[in-house]
């Protein structure tokens, strides 16, 4: 699980094993047992989610927004 980035003790990983065939660019949240899925295009968007509250979501949604390009970069060196 590559790890991208920590913010507020969540950490934002990829799975390297997810999918055949792959898909869409993406990225996981995981912060004390709590989950979540975010896709970054067409606009970023919460996938699925266990365990964060609505505010903790937009907050994801937030950050990941602002963090789109460094994420996508992360995603295409990883996966190639």
Same mark, same amino acid.
């Given at each position: 699980?590559?790890? @991208? !980035? /920590? %913010?507020a #003790?969540? /950490?934002f990983y990829?799975?390297?094993? =997810? *999918?055949s065939? &792959? +898909?869409p @660019?993406?990225?996981?949240? =995981?912060?004390?047992g709590a +989950?979540?899925?975010l %896709?970054? !295009?067409?606009e970023v #968007? @919460?996938? +699925?989610s266990? *365990? !964060? $509250? /609505? /505010?903790?979501?937009?907050?994801l949604?937030?950050? @990941? =927004?602002? &963090?789109? $390009?460094e994420? +996508?970069?992360? %995603?295409?060196e990883h !996966? #190639?």
């Amino acid at each position: 699980m590559p790890l @991208v !980035f /920590r %913010w507020a #003790g969540i /950490r934002f990983y990829f799975y390297s094993n =997810e *999918g055949s065939p &792959r +898909e869409p @660019v993406h990225i996981h949240a =995981e912060k004390q047992g709590a +989950e979540a899925k975010l %896709w970054l !295009f067409p606009e970023v #968007g @919460v996938a +699925e989610s266990t *365990g !964060f $509250d /609505r /505010r903790e979501l937009s907050d994801l949604v937030k950050v @990941v =927004e602002q &963090r789109k $390009d460094e994420i +996508e970069r992360a %995603w295409h060196e990883h !996966f #190639g």
